[in-house]
């Protein structure tokens, strides 16, 4: 398992994390998740070119699913690789609306 780190917080590497600078060198990667705990413009950013690309995902930021057009894109990219979107335990539903 890899665990990325997109912030300049953590600059020092490991051989379980690897910093990226950007979105497509963190897909490049192919993690076995993403973990999103930003905001829901965030969470859309991400989301759909790493579900796209079977990249399992467990987000925070469940405002951005308030969005149906949004959920629609969501669902279908799920369904067609099998990539999952989870929904972490404990949080406040709705309140990054």
Do not use: R
């Not at 379980?16 to 930003?38: H, S």
């Not at 629609?72 to 539903?93: L, R």
């Amino acid at each position: 398992m890899q665990i990325l780190l997109t912030t300049g917080l953590f600059q020092e590497q490991s051989k379980y994390a690897k910093y990226c600078n950007n979105l497509e060198e963190m897909l490049t990667v192919q993690p076995d998740i993403i973990i999103e705990a930003a905001n829901p413009e965030a969470f859309k950013e991400v989301a759909l070119p790493a579900l796209k690309k079977g990249i399992s995902i467990a987000t925070l930021s469940i405002g951005a699913f308030a969005d149906e057009n949004f959920l629609g894109h969501v669902k279908a990219a799920c369904e067609e690789t099998g990539a999952k979107v989870y929904i972490a335990s404990g949080v406040i539903g709705g309140f990054d609306l």
